[in-house]
């Protein structure tokens, strides 16, 4: 994926970042898990993510840490990047960066709120925005049975200060047909991957 003229980039490359953003319910871990099993693992990189929030069986797999020790663990420099939504701690582990001086394509979720970091501090950067009607976000959330009642309602409704824009941003539309997003999801993986030596 081309770098944005004109526009400063982050030093860390040469792989890419491939950011998972959208509001809740959107289907950004489902698209994740989908498309790891279509790609290749040697010049990919799946982060797991740490959050403040016990693990629960749903699509994401991620360590938990509670907020003392996810502290302790940002104070310490253990952490890419983080940021803080829903009550909640999020940290992306150092070792996405190792994977991208590689040259892999690292791929995780994480907030609207951080594009701007990521891109001052990768070379390549695509924003795959997954979006769908809030009808459909709020169905999937109680499907999902994760939250329940006004916590519906507040992640539906989330607005996380930035709007999306830039040549940099691929929109995927999962208010259908799964399948469908994670073809667009695999491709846009597999346009950054570097060629097999
Ligand atoms: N295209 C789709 N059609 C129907 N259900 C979907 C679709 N995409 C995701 N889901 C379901 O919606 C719920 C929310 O998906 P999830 O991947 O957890 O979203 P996010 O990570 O964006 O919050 C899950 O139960 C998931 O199985
Ligand atoms: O700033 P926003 O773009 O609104 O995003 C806020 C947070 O919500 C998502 O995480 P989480 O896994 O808790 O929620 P989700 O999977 O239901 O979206 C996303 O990865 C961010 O961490």
Redesign the pocket.
């Known amino acids: 994926m081309a770098s944005r003229p004109g526009l400063w980039r982050g030093p860390i490359g040469p792989g890419a970042f491939i950011a998972v953003m959208?509001?809740?319910?959107?289907?950004?871990?489902?698209?994740?898990?989908e498309a790891r099993r279509r790609v290749d693992p040697e010049r990919t990189f799946f982060v797991r993510r740490i959050v403040t929030r016990p693990a629960d069986g749903?699509?994401?797999d991620h360590d938990t840490m509670s907020r003392e020790a996810f502290a302790a663990a940002d104070a310490a420099g253990a952490f890419a990047l983080c940021w803080a939504a829903h009550g909640l701690s999020y940290g992306l582990p150092v070792e996405v960066d190792d994977a991208i001086r590689q040259g892999r394509t690292a791929i995780a979720?994480v907030s609207r709120a951080v594009l701007p970091l990521l891109r001052q501090r990768y070379r390549t950067v695509v924003a795959v925005h997954?979006f769908?009607d809030p009808a459909i976000l709020a169905e999937?959330?109680a499907?999902?049975?994760?939250e329940s009642g006004e916590a519906i309602a507040a992640?539906v409704a989330r607005d996380p200060g930035i709007s999306l824009a830039g040549d940099d941003i691929v929109r995927i539309d999962?208010?259908?047909?799964?399948a469908v997003?994670v073809d667009r999801m695999v491709s846009t993986i597999e346009a950054t991957l570097a060629p097999q030596p």
């Open positions: 959208g509001p809740s319910g959107s289907g950004k871990d489902t698209l994740i898990g749903a699509a994401e979720n997954v769908a999937r959330i499907g999902r049975g994760r992640r999962n208010g259908g047909e799964l997003a």
